[in-house]
C-alpha cells in the first residue's frame, strides 16, 4: 500500500491495479485509462466510463456489492444509522481553523464533553457513547469537515476491530479486482475454499 494524494507514482510504478479509496463521494481526478483495471469506492464514479468497476459503500443490501455498469447509490448527506443515531454520531468542524483533539480512540464520553478545539472553538459529543474516530491534532479544517465520530453502541473493543461495512466493501475490492485481474471469482468459491 502506498499513500500518494496526487497519485503520481502509477506513472513510475505502472499498477495492473488502482483503486481510488478516497470516499471522498466523487470523483476528484481518477481515470478509467490510470491503469489496465480501475476500481472505486462509492457514488461519484460511472462504471464502465471512469473506472471498471466500483464498489457500492452505502449500508444495506447491497453494500460491498461489485458494479460494471452503473453507478453506485448517490450520497444522500445522512450518516448511516449505528445504535440508533445517524447525523449526532458524526463530529464535525463548528468552525475553520485548526483541529487539536483532546479525546483518545476508545475514550468514554458523554454529551456535551469536550472532544477538542478548532482554534478557540470547543468541540463537543452530542451524544454518549465511544469515540471511534477522530482526526490527528495540528491538520486544518473547514466548517462542517467530519473530525471522528462516536459509537453510542459504547464498546471500546469495536475501536480496534475492522468494522462490518469495511469488511464488505474491501470484499468488494478484492472480488473486483479478482475478476478485473483475471483471477478466480470469489463469490464462485466453498466458504471452505475461501479459508483456505
Known amino acids: 500500500m502506498l ?3 496526487r497519485a503520481e507514482v502509477r506513472e513510475t510504478l505502472r499498477p495492473d491495479l488502482v483503486v481510488d479509496a478516497i470516499m471522498a463521494k466523487r470523483n476528484t481526478g481518477t481515470r478509467i485509462g490510470d491503469a489496465p483495471s480501475v476500481v472505486a469506492l462509492g457514488p461519484g464514479f460511472v462504471a464502465g466510463r471512469d473506472v471498471h468497476a466500483v464498489v457500492e459503500t452505502r449500508r444495506g ?3 460491498g456489492r461489485v458494479i460494471t455498469e452503473g453507478t453506485a447509490i448517490a450520497n444522500t448527506g445522512v450518516p448511516g444509522d449505528v445504535g440508533g443515531a445517524a447525523v449526532e454520531r458524526v463530529v464535525r468542524a463548528p468552525v475553520d481553523g485548526v483541529f487539536r483533539g483532546s479525546s483518545e480512540i476508545g475514550e468514554h464520553v458523554v454529551c456535551g464533553q469536550t472532544l477538542g478545539r478548532v482554534d478557540e472553538v470547543e468541540v463537543v459529543a452530542a451524544l454518549d457513547g465511544v469515540v471511534r474516530g477522530l482526526l490527528r491534532s495540528g491538520l486544518p479544517v473547514t466548517q462542517g469537515y467530519k ?8 464498546t471500546p473493543e469495536h475501536c480496534h476491530l475492522v468494522s462490518d461495512k469495511s469488511l464488505a466493501v474491501a470484499g468488494g475490492v478484492l472480488e473486483a479486482a479478482c475478476m478485473l485481474l483475471g483471477g478466480v471469482r470469489f463469490a464462485s468459491l466453498s466458504p471452505i475454499d475461501r479459508l483456505q
Do not use: Y
Request: aromatic content about 0%; cysteine-free; hydrophobic content about 35%.
Open 3 to 5: 499513500v500518494d494524494p
Open 61 to 63: 443490501h447491497t453494500l
Open 147 to 154: 473530525l471522528g465520530d462516536i459509537d453510542p453502541r459504547a
